[in-house]
């Protein structure tokens, strides 16, 4: 496998998300490109266990730090080969679902000193300025509205097939990757 990224993941131990990665790896594997999984203990909260998504990433860019990534949920599958990231250009990449709500289940990253600063900071937003807790996506939403400058990256809007809502987002085609949102299934079974 000679991809210029690497796809990353992880998902909770003795949860629902144990099968769901299994299906993400093997659509990794289709196409030839490397996957690197980790496993963590559940938080017992499925709120809190999202917040598992910066530490996670922060440590794979410094176990890999001469690949660049490909975040994707445990839940997601690529469909089509993701041929944008062989010569993606900027630090990083996410989709604006229309052009406003950040979807955080599909992020690339470019593996560099800035893009490492941001994920840092990103996690450091685990609670609010008044000590509330912020969900993960709506803090990286934040950064990227209002931090990538402080940071000096480069951003990218990734086309809306490459983090696919499987529903609410068929309008716009055949998904390149798509995002299955087990969550709304396994919410309310589990706290993963």
Same mark, same amino acid.
């Given at each position: 496998m000679s991809n210029k990224f690497i796809v990353?993941? =992880?998902?909770?131990?003795?949860?629902p998300y144990e099968e769901e990665i299994k299906i993400m790896a093997n659509s990794c594997k289709k =196409?030839?490109?490397?996957?690197?999984?980790?496993?963590?203990?559940?938080? &017992?909260?499925?709120?809190? &266990?999202?917040?598992?998504?910066?530490? %996670?990433?922060?440590n794979m860019m410094?176990?890999?730090?001469?690949?660049?990534?490909?975040?994707? *949920?445990?839940?997601?599958?690529i469909c089509e080969y993701p041929i944008l990231f062989d010569n993606f250009q900027y630090d990083m990449g996410c989709h604006l679902k229309d052009g406003k709500e950040l979807l955080s289940g599909t992020i690339f990253l470019k593996n560099n000193n800035n893009?490492?600063?941001?994920?840092?900071?990103?996690?450091?937003?685990y609670l609010t300025f008044d000590g509330q807790f912020l969900a993960e996506q709506t803090a990286l939403e934040y950064m990227v509205k209002n931090n990538l400058n402080k940071h000096n990256?480069?951003?990218?809007?990734?086309?809306?097939?490459?983090?696919?809502? %499987? *529903?609410?987002?068929?309008?716009?085609?055949?998904?390149?990757?798509?995002?299955n949102q087990a969550s709304r299934r396994f919410k309310c079974q589990i706290h993963s």
């Open positions: 990353i993941g =992880f998902y909770t131990k003795n949860t =196409f030839n490109i490397e996957v690197k999984i980790h496993e963590y203990p559940s938080l &017992n909260e499925w709120e809190h &266990n999202l917040w598992i998504k910066p530490v %996670f990433i922060m410094y176990l890999h730090p001469n690949v660049d990534l490909l975040y994707l *949920d445990s839940d997601a599958v893009t490492r600063c941001f994920v840092s900071n990103w996690h450091g937003m990256m480069s951003f990218f809007n990734l086309p809306a097939t490459y983090a696919q809502i %499987f *529903d609410s987002m068929a309008h716009n085609g055949k998904p390149i990757i798509q995002q």
